[in-house]
């Protein structure tokens, strides 16, 4: 997906925020590690708490870690209808972090989750830290009025260079409040 139709996708959205009324539910997270050498330590958990679903998690690493590519796609599914992808994109993660994206979608999934964060991550990522994310929710504002009662899958990997190191799925649903 280019970011052009990222970008009317997200439109949407924002111009009628106060609309949404979508409750977004996480019924799994997983973080799964590919480059065993690389993660010291790592955990993803899900919590449900009142009607959100709140994310943890951490991971350590032992080396300086540059040039990281994201893949990341989202499908939603309905019941009786085919699977629908909503994108598929390949980010500069690096970019991401260290604000080089200008893009305003980007910014604001961005800064939504880096305040779950001990810390704002910079590229190179630092060995021997702990990189944590505290009870991070979805914030149901960013997501587009249009989406249906539906189930989803979200996927992430994180490669350097075109080596698999590590890749997290995070599958639940979504319903409308009425
Ligand atoms: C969860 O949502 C339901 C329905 O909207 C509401 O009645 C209930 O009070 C909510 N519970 C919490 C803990 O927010
Ligand atoms: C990293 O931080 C998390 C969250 O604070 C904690 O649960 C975990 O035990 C820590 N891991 C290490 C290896 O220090």
């Not at 409750?23 to 997983?30: E, L, P, S």
């Not at 993803?44 to 893949?71: F, K, P, W």
């Not at 587009?144 to 989803?152: A, R």
Request: net charge positive; glycine share 4%; proline share 4%.
């Amino acid at each position: 997906m280019s970011f052009h139709k990222l970008r009317l996708l997200v439109f949407g959205s924002l111009i009628n925020c106060y609309l949404c009324a979508h409750v977004v539910y996480v019924d799994r997270f997983t973080f799964d590690v590919d480059e065993q050498d690389l993660f010291l330590s790592q955990s993803a958990v899900v919590e449900q708490d009142g009607n959100r679903s709140y994310l943890s998690g951490h991971m350590m690493i032992s080396r300086l870690v540059n040039d990281l590519t994201l893949t990341s796609s989202m499908d939603i599914a309905r019941p009786q209808r085919p699977e629908l992808r909503l994108y598929n994109v390949q980010l500069n993660f690096c970019s991401i972090l260290n604000n080089g994206y200008k893009n305003k979608f980007i910014r604001l999934l961005y800064n939504n989750y880096a305040g779950f964060l001990n810390t704002k991550p910079k590229c190179p990522l630092r060995p021997n830290f702990n990189y944590s994310l505290h009870r991070a929710y979805i914030d149901e504002a960013v997501l587009p009025d249009l989406l249906p009662d539906c189930t989803y899958r979200l996927r992430m990997s994180f490669k350097q260079k075109s080596k698999l190191l590590a890749h997290m799925q995070i599958d639940g649903h979504l319903l409308t409040k009425r």
